[in-house]
């Protein structure tokens, strides 16, 4: 559209209304105050400017009116001093003070000092003539509406009101004056620095500054200078008993919307009484006279004990009673009584509270579908009445709500708590906080909660009807007056014409002149009640015009006086029904006026708890109810949470719109921050704990659940599920002006606790040994869910990518589990755990150790939901955990397998060979050297005619050097078993990974067109069953798919991918294989082989190969021990066996060892002579026991070594090593007396 | 009686003629109040949007930051 164009007004409006039909979605409940960043409000109260245009009206009434549009004037102009008293700040306090009169700078001080104040006395110099001129103003108008003459003539209602609302005003005042000690120490300060600098010249000025300070010194300055006019003027009793009766009136019947006006009534009741009760005039005697009903006052007072004065301070009314002179406590029975008020209750009124709220709330939701399903131009009288009715109840109830939350609030900050009464209140509590933090249980901070949040939720809820509302109170209001005026008049005017009542018929006139909007523009000047005549039977036509907007605050004002005026002047029987209209008429106006502003007014008091001079926040109310919330952790009460906190954006509100201050705004700001910070840190820490229980709760073992229970151990049941969701779906919070992202603010928070927690897991499992691995895979399983829960409603870092952080696997090729793996195995596990093959673990040897004692870190303190959530689940899961920690077996070697992964295993394995080349080369070669020179040269068998304990004598005495060395039982042996020790790692790790990757393989096997063998019946034909399935599942296989949809890369990328996944154990690739072949290089010293045999076949007694050695140290170990030592088994395990064996098997001489050996060899004797002695202290068949058992192992380990060395070689290959030996020939026919012939000179 | 009847007459039109400019100024306040609301939602949920909007530029940008520190294997790109 150009700018230039003309848009008609009609199109402008539909344009407006076509607004409504775009579609603004917003994903997020709203569980928060009315979220508005822009607030319109049209304020039409014109403050009687426009009396003169209704000169039609009766001239006295528009008199009255610029009187009150004066008084409305004062004040406002009073409302503004109370602000300034009450947001009064210290300031002398601030200022130094010269220390004594010889200092230097004082003049300069002092001058500051002026200087500074000076603007600030000003205000109260201005405060000062201000009351002063309202008193004399007040006692002005009291003055002339007790005249005699005027006393007859009646005082309307809006003007007793108005006194009413300068009495509470006074009142106001007075008690600010009264209470704030700051304002006159700091004026003390000013008039010291003024006088010393003699500022205060002329004796004006030194009298003014005189009267000043006696006007701020003197207590209850105020009101004594009212009650000492008012006493001047006779007749006054009666006219303030008329206000206090109106005062009366309207509470009772509720003729009030906000909670202020409520208030006011009660205030005005008590301070008014207070100014009756003089020398002159006694209240009693009134009360005796029925002109005051003290009773019904005294339920008042009773029911309302306290009242809010002012912001966050508060009064109660009757002590103003209990201060008057003629105070007879039998009067007030109610008030004296020490029971306390239903308003310190709010357990009471909650019930209620809630029956209204969810009848209310359901009247409204039809309604508004009603609304929204059909479009209607304007309803009909009756629909816009029935509207107008429910938004009138919508305000009440809110207007009911608040006043209850406020006056409990009053309540409570005049009765505080003490340590008597409040067990966890400290002594040396302060005053504050004795009001609010430990004056209110847990129930009542619920309830006041629940209240909070039915206010605001409602107050949304209205808000988003408010077009709707205000269009539909606006018809009303415009018919029910018009329809009054030109139809319900018209009777009462026939008759006034009738019977010639000039004044009623004039007054009839005027209302009908100065408000009726006639059909045709003008009085329909032929309508027969005009001249006294009743309607013709076919009757009389008025009809009425529909407009869209009510009567102006001057015309309603003109309207009401003069019909009151004719009530009271005339009481017939008409009164009764025309007071209800215009008493209804007037409600309404009122309302209209409340439908748009009622977001700031029923939020006006509550922020009055908030107006408070910096306190810490665990006093401040929003803060105490929103703490509580999150201390309890009360699933219902979650989804509040904001609400509370919404009050910090009302008394922000109040700070800017009321008070205006700048100072009091940032105060409120700072608090927010402080809050605010506070919320998300709690609020997040709460729902990752929360999360994490929920996760772990889930991953415990159901059986371990089951029993526990069964054996009555207290387990934490589920955790209770939380509403936290709703809050973590929040994007935008309104607070002081600034949308929260609070999804993202908690997403921040809880990746970090994330990353934490996965960090400390890993950390746990650095401060402990080897067998905390599977502890470690439980706890990042734990986290692993515990981030899948989350991550439903939390953008979090992909899980993966932390674990790689925490396992600081991003840059290095290796993290931190790999590192402390091998830390462990290198450290612990290879030189103190012992391998047992019919268990299947290694258990840790406790008795002598050969290594140094291993040092760790200190694992990580930690809070229980970086862990597994809560105290009972830690306790639980350690519990578990812990039988895994006396071993290390196959379900360790599966977890480090999943942990470390193809890159970790490999890089543990090159490691772990390292040490394997240097034991080798090292160690091991040196001891080598050194035993097979204590070695016997030769060795034969014995034969078998020596008996076996002939045959073991001949080993002892041979190999007794060996048996005799001191390190053989020790330093070697335990050298033995770290290297059999890693070749036990490495093949079991190899078992565990075949596991693995068969898992893999079947899990991916229906993807790649592999599909179990289908069952097939007699007949069947396996393959069209096979062909069926393969169609069934066709959709699932990967290759064929994506070579069909996707590009040619995929296809390619797709089909390697099955390849690898496929080949990975069809070509039976083995870890195992490869470590052996590589220990073999490392066996390439010339010792472990020894010299060449010297037949040229093989040696036989000849003690120079590795085999002879280990089959001497198998000599040593299968001698049994006496009852103090220790066997070898217990000290090292199979390692030891595993590494002899290997290096046997490596070196090629299995089948020499297995035949030459010498414990073999006794075995053989003694199973043939079956002798039992003890021969050099050894028992022999002990001996053989043992012998027999080590035999058995040898060969299962040299079956194991072989099915891995052989697996790759050809049959064909292993025929082509036998070598073909010629039978030997008899000594007899060959004269040389060579047993046998070297291979190449025999004959083929 | 002829002069104050044509003066009640004027100033009826005159009261007519308020009524009639107040609907008017109503109907103005009423149309101000709905472009209002409707700016507040349009607000609302345009925040929403950009929360979520924000939300996956910066999962994104956590990523990149995460691939890059995998692929320079310390060295920053420059």
């Known amino acids: 559209m150009a700018g230039t164009d003309r848009v008609s007004m009609t199109d402008a409006l539909s344009n407006v209304e076509v607004l409504d039909e775009l579609p603004l979605p917003d994903e997020q409940p709203c569980i928060e105050a009315q979220p508005c960043s822009l607030v319109y409000q049209a304020n039409f109260d014109t403050n009687f400017e426009d009396r003169n245009g209704f000169v039609t009206g009766i001239a006295k009434y528009i008199?009255?009116?610029?009187?009150?549009?004066?008084?409305?004037?004062?004040?406002?102009?009073?409302?503004?001093?109370?602000?300034?008293?009450?947001?009064?700040?210290?300031?002398?306090?601030?200022?130094?003070?010269?220390?004594?009169?010889?200092?230097?700078?004082?003049?300069?001080?002092?001058?500051?000092?002026?200087?500074?104040?000076?603007?600030?006395?000003?205000?109260?110099?201005?405060?000062m003539y201000f009351q002063r001129k309202a008193i004399e103003r007040f006692s002005q108008e009291v003055k002339r509406l007790c005249h005699a003459e005027k006393r007859k003539d009646f005082v309307s209602e809006a003007y007793l009101l108005t006194l009413g609302k300068f009495i509470n005003m006074f009142a106001v005042l007075d008690e600010l004056k009264n209470m704030k000690s700051s304002v006159k120490n700091d004026y003390s300060t000013y008039r010291r620095a003024a006088q010393f600098l003699k500022v205060m010249s002329d004796s004006q000025t030194l009298q003014e500054s005189q009267n000043l300070s006696m006007f701020l010194a003197t207590q209850n300055k105020i009101r004594d200078t009212v009650k000492e006019n008012l006493e001047k003027i006779p007749g006054y009793e009666e006219l303030l008993a008329d206000v206090v009766n109106i005062c009366v009136h309207m509470f009772e019947s509720k003729m009030y919307l906000i909670p202020s006006e409520k208030h006011m009534l009660v205030k005005v009741m008590g301070f008014g009484l207070f100014l009756m009760d003089s020398d002159i005039c006694n209240i009693n005697k009134l009360d005796q006279k029925k002109k005051l009903r003290l009773d019904k006052i005294d339920r008042i007072f009773k029911n309302l004990e306290v009242v809010p004065l002012f912001g966050d301070m508060q009064i109660a009314p009757f002590n103003y009673i209990k201060r008057s002179k003629h105070f007879d406590a039998s009067k007030w029975p109610l008030s004296s009584s020490q029971t306390p008020s239903p308003q310190a209750d709010l357990m009471v009124h909650l019930p209620q509270i809630r029956e209204d709220h969810v009848k209310y709330i359901s009247e409204l939701a039809r309604y508004s579908n009603e609304v929204t399903t059909t479009y209607k131009e304007c309803g009909t009288d009756s629909e816009n009445k029935e509207t107008a009715d429910l938004a009138l109840r919508g305000l009440q109830l809110l207007s009911e709500w608040t006043s209850v939350v406020t006056e409990l609030y009053s309540w409570k900050l005049l009765h505080p708590t003490d340590h008597h009464q409040n067990k966890e209140c400290p002594k040396e509590a302060e005053e504050y906080e004795r009001a609010t933090r430990y004056n209110y249980s847990d129930d009542e901070k619920f309830a006041l909660i629940e209240v909070i949040a039915m206010i605001k939720g409602l107050q949304v809820l209205m808000a988003r009807m408010e077009t709707v509302f205000t269009d539909a109170i606006r018809r009303n209001i415009y018919s029910e007056l018009q329809e009054f005026v030109q139809i319900s008049l018209r009777e009462p005017l026939r008759k006034a014409i009738k019977n010639k009542k000039d004044l009623i018929r004039s007054i009839i006139m005027s209302v009908r002149e100065t408000c009726a909007d006639w059909q045709k523009g003008i009085d329909p000047l032929q309508d027969p009640a005009l001249k006294g005549k009743k309607d013709p039977d076919s009757g009389f036509n008025v009809r009425v015009p529909k407009r869209n907007v009510g009567p102006s605050s001057t015309q309603l004002y003109m309207v009401r006086t003069m019909l009151e005026c004719l009530i009271s002047e005339k009481s017939g029987g008409k009164k009764t029904l025309r007071k209800d209209i215009d008493e209804m008429t007037m409600g309404r106006k009122i309302n209209k006026c409340n439908v748009r502003h009622h977001h700031n007014e029923e939020c006006s008091d509550l922020i009055t708890m908030e107006k408070r001079i910096q306190f810490p926040i665990d006093m401040s109310m929003p803060w105490i109810l929103t703490d509580h919330i999150l201390k309890t952790k009360e699933p219902s009460m979650m989804e509040y949470v904001l609400y509370p906190l919404d009050l910090y954006n009302d008394s922000a509100l109040y700070a800017l719109t009321i008070f205006r201050k700048q100072f009091l705004y940032d105060e409120v700001e700072a608090e927010v921050n402080l809050c605010f910070d506070q919320f998300v840190f709690k609020l997040s820490e709460q729902i990752f704990a929360y999360y994490k229980q929920l996760a772990a709760s889930i991953f415990l073992d159901k059986r371990f659940r089951v029993e526990c229970s069964a054996l009555g151990v207290y387990l934490l049941p589920y955790p209770r599920a939380s509403r936290y969701e709703t809050l973590l779906k929040q994007r935008h919070v309104q607070l002081l002006g600034r949308s929260i992202d609070l999804n993202k603010l908690i997403t921040q928070r809880i990746n970090a606790d994330m990353q934490k927690s996965l960090d400390l897991a890993i950390s746990k499992f650095e401060a402990g040994d080897i067998t905390g691995v599977v502890e470690l895979d439980g706890l990042l399983q734990v986290n692993r869910l515990c981030h899948k829960l989350l991550s439903k409603w939390l953008a979090l870092d992909d899980f993966d990518s932390m674990l790689r952080e925490a396992n600081h696997n991003v840059l290095a090729p290796y993290g931190r589990i790999t590192l402390h793996v091998f830390w462990e195995l290198n450290y612990d596990f290879l030189s103190n755990y012992v391998y047992n093959a019919a268990t299947n673990r290694f258990t840790k040897y406790r008795g002598i150790t050969f290594a140094q004692p291993v040092t760790r870190d200190r694992p990580p303190q930690m809070s229980h939901h970086y862990l597994w959530g809560t105290k009972q689940l830690n306790l639980a899961y350690t519990t578990q955990y812990g039988q895994y920690s006396g071993f290390v077996g196959p379900q360790h070697f599966h977890t480090m397998?999943?942990?470390?992964?193809?890159?970790?295993?490999?890089?543990?394995?090159?490691?772990?060979?390292?040490?394997?080349k240097n034991l080798i080369q090292g160690n091991l070669l040196q001891f080598a050297r050194a035993l097979t020179e204590v070695m016997p040269k030769v060795c034969k068998l014995p034969r078998y005619d020596y008996g076996s304990p002939g045959v073991l004598g001949y080993y002892h005495a041979q190999l007794n050097d060996i048996v005799q060395y001191p390190d053989t039982k020790t330093e070697l042996f335990h050298n033995f078993r770290e290297f059999g020790n890693i070749i036990l790692f490495c093949?079991?790790?190899?078992?565990?990974?075949?596991?693995?990757?068969?898992?893999?393989?079947?899990?991916?096997?229906?993807?790649?067109?592999?599909?179990?063998?289908?069952?097939?019946?007699?007949?069947?034909?396996?393959?069209?069953?096979?062909?069926?399935?393969?169609?069934?599942?066709?959709?699932?296989?990967?290759?064929?798919?994506?070579?069909?949809?996707?590009?040619?890369?995929?296809a390619m990328i797709s089909r390697e991918g099955d390849l690898l996944t496929r080949e990975r154990l069809c070509c039976g690739l083995s870890i195992f294989e490869v470590v052996l072949n590589r220990l073999r290089s490392f066996l390439d010293d010339p010792l472990w082989v020894g010299p060449p045999p010297a037949n040229g076949v093989m040696n036989v007694g000849e003690c120079t190969e590795f085999h002879r050695l280990w089959s001497a140290l198998q000599f040593v170990y299968c001698i049994p021990v006496s009852e103090n030592e220790y066997t070898v088994e217990e000290m090292f395990g199979e390692g030891l066996h595993w590494a002899g064996c290997t290096m046997i098997v490596l070196l090629g001489q299995q089948r020499r060892f297995e035949a030459l050996d010498f414990c073999y060899h006794i075995l053989r004797v003694q199973r043939v002579d079956m002798k039992d002695e003890t021969v050099k202290g050894i028992h022999?068949?002990?001996?053989?026991?043992?012998?027999?058992?080590?035999?058995?192992?040898?060969?299962?380990?040299?079956?194991i070594l072989n099915k891995f060395l052989k697996s790759g070689e050809n049959d064909e290959l292993s025929v082509e090593h036998v070598r073909c030996f010629p039978p030997p020939i008899h000594s007899s026919f060959n004269p040389t007396g060579q047993h046998y012939h070297a291979p190449e000179h025999a004959r083929p | 009686m002829a002069a104050p009847s044509a003066r009640g007459e004027t100033i009826q039109k005159q009261i007519q003629q308020d009524w009639i400019n107040r609907e008017y100024i109503e109907i103005i306040t009423i149309s101000i109040k709905k472009i209002t609301d409707f700016l507040n939602s349009f607000d609302l949920s345009c925040r929403s949007k950009l929360a979520v909007l924000n939300e996956k530029l910066t999962t994104l940008e956590r990523k990149i930051d995460y691939l890059e520190a995998c692929v320079t294997k310390g060295e920053t790109l420059t």
């Open chain 1, 987 to 1050: 093949l079991l790790m190899e078992q565990a990974l075949s596991q693995e990757e068969v898992c893999d393989l079947l899990q991916a096997a229906p993807f790649q067109n592999i599909l179990p063998r289908p069952f097939c019946k007699e007949g069947e034909k396996l393959e069209a069953k096979q062909k069926r399935l393969e169609l069934r599942y066709a959709a699932l296989q990967i290759v064929p798919n994506i070579e069909k949809l996707g590009t040619a890369k995929q």
């Open chain 1, 1180 to 1199: 022999l068949k002990k001996m053989c026991d043992r012998i027999r058992r080590f035999q058995v192992l040898n060969s299962q380990i040299f079956a």
């Open chain 1, 63 to 127: 008199e009255e009116a610029t009187v009150h549009a004066g008084l409305n004037v004062l004040l406002d102009e009073g409302q503004e001093h109370a602000v300034m008293l009450y947001t009064w700040r210290c300031c002398s306090r601030a200022i130094p003070q010269p220390k004594s009169n010889e200092q230097p700078n004082r003049v300069e001080i002092y001058e500051k000092t002026v200087e500074v104040l000076s603007p600030e006395v000003n205000k109260l110099l201005n405060f």
């Open chain 1, 897 to 916: 397998c999943k942990l470390l992964g193809y890159q970790g295993i490999a890089v543990v394995m090159e490691e772990l060979l390292k040490v394997v």
